[in-house]
């Protein structure tokens, strides 16, 4: 199978790009949540939502704007749900750390580090319940292993054989604090292969690498033969929540010279590999650049106009059904009721 | 688990010969290994799994033997099962029933014992329940199962034994009903789970002595039948609680503080609250049996409220 990596290049730049239009907008205090970006860490989720189907199932955690984006969630509804819009893609109730856009099955994403990983075991469980085709991606960072919950669900995932891949990125930082300080290892993966588990390790910005680690996991959950970890090694060039960032955050589109021949970007070890296989070339990067500039700056502008609170009072959310409830009539049960034409048509619109 | 082939559970000793006492026996052998899933004792990652498998459209039942056990899952029920249909608008739902079985007796001590009702009512987007008969019992599991929320249910262990005759076919008990047992006319006792049939026992004895009790089953922790309380109390004047939670910051608090916001001038005597002592539970037996509110204590809670201490006739407690 031949894999479009001019295609994941464009996904990794639009996550750049809205990223650091969100920083650079963001001291003008209308966005009034905790955000948290990831400048630097593109690459993951732009291979992981270019393998997956519309089918397929993202949980995320409270850094996941890249990951909704790269599942195909609705920009002008993160926008909106930054600027805390009843428009926004959780009705501004959840805010950059809770995301979900249920039409591209981005199930949602968790603000306790760890939270979201059961809870896509649980919708993988489901799906071999039912022995469906599609697989679940949760993310992770290198702290989500700190946390007990991890080892709990990886066993229940290999005892069940579902079909869920973790996709840990590992930027070494739990806020600030060095992993050195944290873990008996640095190195994360491996632990779980004495539980049989099946894992991979990728180096830093080998995106060749990272794109085969994906793609042999996700088959291997869509076969039946159960879970995988991966790691990957990043660099998280903002700060832990808000608006800073450091780094060759924006030097992409220059030409490599300018950029300091990418000093550990990822955008540019894929951009200077396309460029010198004669994929592309760096017009093409500038082109793409106007090209989703001008995309970001009409999903904010619109968010903008949706702004203001629901009208509805928030408490009408608490509970989801009244106090008296009805018995089903017996009969077929219903099935799975993923969004399947809706979702392709999302993810394929960029 | 016929009506709705979503529905399943998940427990530790589910292949048990005990079956978790009994509450999942033929389950295995009629509906298959898929639908009766044996858990690890992982008590957190299979709260989330089932968060996740609601998520999904599957309506699961996770049994803890014992409700100290939930505080291992407290991230996924409280951070997660709770918030999840607030937090993203609406747009998603957890249908999950969590049975909690309170243990009591035979020296279940300070981690095998514990009511927690009252935390679990503290949070919102939770509904709590702690039946006390078994009509109750059914109708209020059918009534979570089919909710599309999180609903915990306080399972006393000693009620167990209760037997009743209740209908065969299914029907729902709604959340938010107090069960009224008996009525009365000079105080009102409200009770919680297995204190309920101690309440039945001192009102017995409070009518010999001349004294109208009535008795109410809390039933419902949240959200409170605050009319069924209130209406009662504004016959009698006086309310007696009494829980198998601790007084401070329990239910009973909440329930004192809603009867005095409400019939402040009305009230006979203040509100009394009569519950386990503010220690974990001892183990001796002798310590375990002084522990819990008896009939004994009740009744005489109830009389002194009415009749005064120092005016009490001969009690029937004496």
């Given at each position: 199978m031949s894999v479009n990596k001019v295609e994941i290049l464009k996904r990794m730049v639009r996550i750049r790009m809205v990223e650091l239009y969100i920083a650079r907008r963001y001291p003008e205090q209308k966005m009034r949540c905790p955000t948290h970006l990831c400048l630097g860490q593109e690459a993951a989720p732009a291979v992981c939502g270019y393998f997956a189907g519309g089918d397929d199932i993202f949980v995320g955690t409270c850094r996941s704007h890249g990951h909704y984006l790269a599942k195909g969630g609705n920009l002008t509804a993160l926008f909106a749900e930054l600027l805390g819009s009843?428009?926004?893609?959780s009705k501004g109730l959840g805010g950059s750390m809770h995301l979900i856009d249920l039409g591209v099955n981005f199930w949602g994403t968790s603000a306790?580090?760890?939270?979201g990983i059961p809870i896509a075991a649980g919708a993988a469980f489901r799906l071999r319940y039912e022995n469906a085709p599609q697989i679940v991606v949760v993310f992770l960072g290198?702290?989500?292993?700190?946390?007990g919950v991890v080892y709990e669900t990886v066993n229940f995932a290999l005892l069940h054989k579902l079909p869920l891949v973790f996709v840990c990125e590992n930027n070494a930082l739990a806020i600030t604090t060095p992993i050195e300080l944290r873990q008996?290892?640095?190195?994360?993966?491996?632990?779980f292969q004495t539980m049989g588990m099946n894992s991979f390790y990728v180096a830093e910005n080998d995106i060749s690498q990272l794109i085969e680690a994906i793609r042999v996991s996700y088959a291997r959950a869509r076969t039946g033969l159960g879970p995988t970890f991966i790691e990957y090694r990043v660099s998280r060039w903002?700060?832990?929540?808000?608006p800073a960032f450091e780094g060759p955050?924006?030097?992409?589109?220059?030409p490599p010279a300018a950029s300091g021949g990418?000093?550990?970007c990822p955008i540019c070890v894929l951009r200077d590999e396309l460029i010198a296989g004669g994929a592309i070339r760096l017009e093409y990067i500038r082109s793409l650049r106007q090209q989703v500039q001008q995309e970001i700056e009409e999903a904010y502008r619109q968010a903008e106009s949706t702004?203001?609170?629901?009208?509805?009072?928030?408490?009408?959310?608490?509970?989801?059904?009244?106090l008296a409830c009805e018995l089903p009539s017996r009969g077929p049960v219903r099935g799975i009721e993923f969004r399947h034409a809706e979702a392709s048509k999302l993810v394929n619109a960029f | 688990m016929e009506m709705d082939e979503s529905v399943f559970v998940v427990g530790?000793?589910?292949?048990?010969?005990g079956h978790i006492f009994g509450s999942v026996e033929g389950l295995l052998a009629r509906f298959g290994p898929q639908r009766v899933v044996e858990m690890p004792i992982s008590e957190n990652a299979v709260a989330g799994i089932c968060v996740g498998a609601a998520l999904s459209g599957l309506r699961p039942i996770l049994v803890l033997?014992?409700?100290?056990?939930?505080f291992l899952a407290l991230d996924q029920l409280i951070n997660h099962a709770s918030k999840f249909h607030y937090m993203f608008g609406g747009q998603t739902s957890v249908p999950l029933v969590v049975r909690l079985i309170v243990g009591k007796g035979w020296g279940q001590g300070p981690q095998h014992s514990q009511s927690l009702h009252s935390m679990f009512a503290h949070f919102p987007g939770l509904r709590v329940v702690a039946p006390a008969d078994p009509h109750t019992a059914k109708g209020l599991l059918l009534n979570a199962v089919f909710a599309n929320d999180p609903v915990i249910i306080l399972e006393?262990?000693?009620?167990?034994g209760t037997a009743q005759v209740i209908p065969e076919e299914p029907y729902t008990v709604p959340f938010g009903q107090a069960r009224g047992i008996r009525e009365g006319t000079d105080i009102t006792i409200i009770a919680v789970s297995f204190v309920v049939p101690e309440a039945i026992i001192a009102a017995d004895d409070l009518s010999r002595a001349g004294l109208s009790a009535e008795v109410i089953?809390?039933?419902?922790?949240?959200?409170?039948?605050i009319d069924t309380i209130v209406t009662s109390v504004q016959k009698t004047g006086r309310l007696l609680v009494v829980d198998t939670?601790?007084?401070?910051?329990g239910i009973s608090a909440e329930i004192s503080a809603v009867v005095h916001e409400k019939l402040f001038g009305e009230l006979q005597s203040p509100v009394r609250r009569l519950t386990i002592?503010?220690?974990?539970?001892?183990?001796?037996f002798e310590w375990e049996d002084r522990y819990y509110p008896t009939h004994v204590q009740i009744a005489q809670w109830a009389q002194e409220m009415i009749c005064g201490a120092e005016l009490c006739p001969t009690g029937p407690t004496s």
């Open positions: 009843g428009k926004g893609c306790i580090v760890g939270g290198d702290a989500a292993v700190e946390e008996c290892s640095t190195i994360l993966h491996d632990r903002c700060a832990h929540v808000g955050v924006d030097l992409w589109w220059q990418g000093h550990g702004a203001g609170p629901i009208g509805q009072d928030p408490a009408a959310f608490v509970y989801a059904s009244g | 530790q000793g589910t292949r048990d010969r033997q014992r409700a100290d056990f939930s006393g262990r000693p009620l167990y089953d809390l039933v419902s922790v949240n959200p409170l039948d939670s601790w007084s401070y910051c002592p503010f220690t974990p539970t001892p183990t001796a």
